[in-house]
Nanobody
């Protein structure tokens, strides 16, 4: 089982940037796609971005496309989410997750390991 630990969340003004990191333990990190999801208060968890096992293929939700960038470093067993031009509606707890396969999915049930989450708050 992979253990995932997110970091990098915090409070930022609208228009600012944050970089989230997710460090994985275990030897299976490079096997599988990784994803970022988020959950705002009173809302369901939603897909944000995913990256394939090799790092060569990425997908984004329409709400973050062009502002967020997902990447991974398999040598460091870490996945990143660079968030630029942040908006108040980006406020949420952000979770990283390991996919069951090499390419990932936008559906949360296709992920079998989850981090504890990191809070991102964007003030207007």
């Amino acid at each position: 089982q992979v253990q995932l630990v997110e970091s990098g969340g915090g409070l930022v003004q609208a228009g600012g940037s944050l970089r989230l990191s997710c460090a994985a333990s275990g030897r299976t990190f490079s096997c599988c796609a990784m994803g970022w999801f988020r959950q705002a208060p009173g809302k369901e968890r939603e897909f944000v971005a995913r990256v394939s096992s090799s790092g060569g293929i990425t997908y984004y939700s329409d709400s973050v496309k062009g502002r967020f960038t997902i990447s991974r470093d398999n040598a460091k067993s870490t996945v990143y989410l660079q968030m630029n031009s942040l908006k108040p509606e980006d406020t949420a707890v952000y979770y990283c997750a390991k996919s069951k396969g090499r390419f990932g999915d936008f559906r949360s049930h296709e992920y079998d390991s989850w981090g504890q989450g990191t809070q991102v708050t964007v003030s207007s």
